[in-house]
T-cell receptor
Framework: GQNIDQPTEMTATEGAIVQINCTYQ??????LFWYQQHAGEAPTFLSY??LDGLEEKGRFSSFLSRSKGYSYLLLKELQMKDSASYLC??????????WGAGTKLIIKP | GAVVSQHPSRVICKSGTSVKIECRSL??????MFWYRQFPKKSLMLMAT?????????EQGVEKDKFLINHASLTLSTLTVTSAHPEDSSFYIC???????????FGPGTRLTVT
């Protein structure tokens, strides 16, 4: 079956760095997405990786290793507004998104 | 950037009634639209995928007669929850994709409460 694993919850301090990991097992691979979702709101797109390596976009970076079925989202200089759920999703061979359960990130002052 | 709107944002209905949720792509042609539901503290669950002008493809376990999806144009898809029951109360989110573009653009979601 298809499976996306990510931690349920993480806590970090304002101004610090946090890494959210995601491992996946899917039937085919057409890219991995990270989305941010605040409570009661729809997800917003953060990043897309289809090739191995690191993609940097401001305070957020995303890494992919296809051979290991592994990705991480790195958030730097954490701000209180970064408190949200972070969803990892993989596009499978049918171009369907397979979603992880999300990681709730709690930022403490 | 691409914008997807959803209407209504919140709806409360009585058990047994039907509710229609609209999803519109405002500045692009949504050849494919997706409907998700999300329970509190849970991830998104894909309900169905619809391509403009054709019948929706429903995920396993989703009743097509209960959740009617119509994707009549390249900018509008509707989800009708028929004979709603309290267990249908959820957050319903649509997303849209243009052509072979990899990115899905999400609507703001609709909070449905069935009393």
């Amino acid at each position: 079956g298809q499976n996306i694993d990510q931690p349920t919850e993480m806590t970090a301090t304002e101004g610090a760095i946090v890494q959210i990991n995601c491992t996946y097992q899917t039937s085919g691979f057409n890219g991995l997405f990270w989305y941010q979702q605040h409570a009661g709101e729809a997800p917003t797109f953060l990043s897309y990786n289809v090739l191995d390596g690191l993609e940097e976009k401001g305070r957020f970076s995303s890494f992919l290793s296809r051979s290991k079925g592994y990705s991480y989202l790195l958030l730097k200089e954490l701000q209180m507004k970064d408190s949200a759920s972070y969803l990892c999703a993989v596009m499978d061979s049918n171009y369907q998104l397979i979603w992880g359960a999300g990681t709730k990130l709690i930022i403490k002052p | 950037g691409a914008v997807v709107s959803q209407h209504p944002s919140r709806v409360i209905c009585k058990s047994g009634t039907s509710v229609k949720i609209e999803c519109r792509s405002l500045d692009f042609q949504a050849t494919t639209m997706f409907w998700y539901r999300q329970f509190p503290k849970k991830s998104l669950m894909l309900m169905a995928t619809s391509n403009e002008g054709s019948k929706a493809t429903y995920e396993q376990g989703v009743e097509k007669d209960k959740f009617l999806i119509n994707h009549a144009s390249l900018t509008l898809s509707t989800l009708t929850v028929t004979s709603a029951h309290p267990e249908d109360s959820s957050f319903y989110i649509c997303s849209a994709r243009e052509g072979a573009d990899y990115e899905q653009y999400f609507g703001p979601g609709t909070r449905l409460t069935v009393t």
